[in-house]
């Protein structure tokens, strides 16, 4: 039998209101997406008692990622924010309606009391955009400092040495 998650990393497929024009633009364009609802109700691995949750969400649906925080049983407490930059160095020049999105938030939430392993670890990292929602290679190297295994991602877009990884995109 498995050991439960420690660590739970999630990058759900939201489903909102960006119909955009143009054949890359929008999430739906790229993958199938999900209902609040059907996120909250997504079937998760087994969890240890003691366990973080690490939550990407979409800045224009901050209370729906909170809801979806809860309905899986874990309490807020956190923000990690990524800071998207072009490969030559620069800020990059995202979507957006009401502003272009430059960043990208992740919840920290916990159930339990987890243990970190480092408490060093700022609240904004700097790293380069790569494929439509993929998250940086930077970002899984902050959560492996700061929480031992083991370490469950839903919605992976690809294996990660010593990650259990679950998600449609994986071959």
Do not use: N
């Not at 969400?57 to 956190?78: C, T």
């Not at 998207?84 to 919840?107: L, N, Q, Y």
């Not at 392993?117 to 993929?134: L, P």
């Not at 492996?144 to 995109?169: H, T």
Request: aromatic share 10%.
């Amino acid at each position: 039998m498995t050991e439960p998650a420690k660590v739970l990393v999630a990058d759900p497929p939201w489903k909102f209101g960006d119909s955009l024009p143009g054949k890359g633009r929008g999430a739906s364009k790229h993958y199938g997406c999900l209902s609040l609802s059907e996120i909250m109700r997504f079937p998760l691995p087994p969890i240890a008692d003691d366990c973080v949750l690490f939550l990407w969400r979409v800045s224009s649906m901050p209370q729906e990622a909170l809801d979806v925080v809860r309905a899986w049983g874990f309490k807020p407490y956190a923000e990690i924010v990524w800071r998207k930059m072009t490969p030559r160095g620069k800020v990059a020049f995202g979507m957006g309606r009401r502003v272009r999105m430059a960043h990208e938030t992740c919840i920290i939430a916990e159930r339990g009391r987890p243990k970190p392993i480092s408490r060093s670890e700022r609240s904004v990292f700097d790293a380069v955009v790569g494929q439509h929602s993929a998250k940086p290679d930077e970002f899984y190297q902050i959560v492996e400092r700061m929480y031992g295994g083991p370490r469950v991602e839903l919605f992976a877009r690809r294996r990660r040495d010593g990650w259990q990884c679950f998600g449609d995109e994986l071959t």
